[in-house]
């Protein structure tokens, strides 16, 4: 049996149109001889009368906290909702499917109402639904503990729940259906000259989602990369090729071997609205409780820290501003001197390509100081540098790095079909 695993995003499912335009790429599926497991997400914004925001607003009406269990519960509607929605849409178009809750679709998962990770996928259901010559919609983003509770996978988690699927399915592929034409080589709302990525390795899209591009959960591309399927990103609304990733490219001659990675930077990722925060101390700060406090303080209160340095007698780091009262509030305890501000972004050049090519931080310093911007802080990996500038710099920066790195050059080329 050749399964395919398609995922829909909430645009995607949004509106009986979009739910139309869904049944087309399932219906072009299966022409290719594929059986189908379709994913989804949650539909709609806050407003629209089933969307999970909506739901929240409505279900604090009466009390404004939620237990964690019923907010698990209440989380898992949205997907659902989808999930019922789209067979509909399905059989009308004369293609007959079945929908599953996570749990149904056998995933189990941690018991962890929130975040929680997946333990193992019996898809034994899915697999009786494919052999009926049906179409199995699970809703994405849940699954359920040993003990039989409903829980979620945190934000992304559908992306997550169709690399899953993919694996104990032993899929061809996994498709991930989005509103863009691919993986990008930067933010086209910022960059009007970026691209689609046509083929790029696991690695290399897994440190782009790392650093901040929103096109794919990192989990789910570390699932599908240790399972080895082969993940498409894709337009909804387009017939395009999207984007390919896989450590087993076909563009090689019968003969030779492929070797993916090979480009210095494949792509930019940025994220925005971070605040940076340096606490400096007059003495050795390895002498003293001080670095621990500091981190634990702050893990306590649920922040995470990314750019994180520290020296002897510097800690600095980042945050999402949304943090940054309560963390200087926290940190004022300390004693410790403090610089702290707003209004930063990190940008990520990243690419498999750059791992021990000299020159690659000198060019990135080049394109920053082409666009006026300055840097505050910086770090790096094997596949990655990211340098942390004003926000009001951002776009700037972008292109600048955009034009540095050669990135609105033309895509290798790679067609769409079996994988």
């Not at 809750?101 to 962890?112: D, F, H, K, P, V």
């Not at 009262?325 to 390509?353: E, I, N, P, W, Y």
């Not at 006026?372 to 094997?382: C, K, L, M, Y």
Request: hydrophobic residues 45%.
């Amino acid at each position: 049996m050749r399964i395919l695993v398609q995922k829909f995003g909430g645009t995607s499912v949004a509106t009986a149109e979009n739910r139309r335009q869904a049944a087309t790429r399932i219906r072009e599926a299966r022409e290719r001889g594929y059986h189908p497991v379709v994913v989804v997400s949650a539909m709609g914004r806050q407003g629209d009368p089933y969307a999970t925001d909506t739901l929240l607003v409505r279900a604090c009406e009466e009390r404004a906290a939620i237990d964690r269990r019923e907010m698990a519960l209440l989380l898992n509607c949205g997907e659902i909702i989808s999930a019922v929605f789209m067979v509909q849409t399905l059989a009308a178009a004369g293609l007959p499917a079945m929908a599953f809750t996570g749990g149904q679709s056998g995933i189990l998962t941690e018991a962890r109402y929130e975040d929680a990770r997946i333990l193992a996928i019996n898809p034994e259901r899915i697999i009786k639904c494919l052999k009926e010559e049906k179409i199995a919609v699970v809703a994405g983003f849940q699954g359920v503990s040993r003990d039989g509770e409903f829980t979620t996978l945190g934000r992304g988690g559908s992306d997550i729940t169709a690399a899953a699927l993919g694996v104990a399915l032993q899929a061809e592929a996994v498709e991930i259906f989005t509103d863009v034409e691919g993986v990008m080589t930067a933010d086209p709302r910022l960059v009007p000259q970026a691209r689609p990525v046509r083929v790029m390795t696991y690695n290399d899209l897994c440190e782009m989602a790392h650093q901040g591009a929103k096109v794919i959960h990192p989990r789910a591309v570390e699932i599908a990369g240790a399972g080895r399927v082969p993940l498409r990103i894709r337009s909804t609304f387009s017939g395009g090729e999207g984007t390919l990733v896989t450590d087993r490219p076909k563009s090689a001659a019968p003969g030779e071997t492929a070797i993916t990675g090979d480009r210095t930077v494949t792509g930019l990722a940025h994220t925005g609205e971070m605040a940076r925060i340096e606490l400096t101390s007059g003495e050795d700060l390895n002498r003293s409780d001080l670095v621990l406090e500091v981190f634990r303080l702050l893990a306590e209160a649920g922040i995470s820290l990314d750019m994180i340095q520290v020296s002897p007698k510097t800690i600095s780091f980042i945050i999402k501003e949304a943090h940054y009262r309560q963390a200087f509030s926290l940190l004022a305890k300390t004693g410790l001197k403090m610089d702290a501000a707003t209004g930063f972004a990190k940008v990520a050049v990243t690419g498999a390509g750059m791992r021990g090519v000299p020159g690659v931080m000198a060019r990135v310093v080049q394109a920053l100081k082409k666009a006026g911007a300055p840097i505050f802080q910086t770090t790096d990996s094997h596949t990655s540098i990211a340098c942390l500038v004003r926000e009001e710099d951002l776009s700037r920066v972008l292109l600048a790095l955009h034009e540095e790195f050669d990135l609105a050059g033309e895509a290798d080329g790679q067609k769409n079909g079996d994988y």
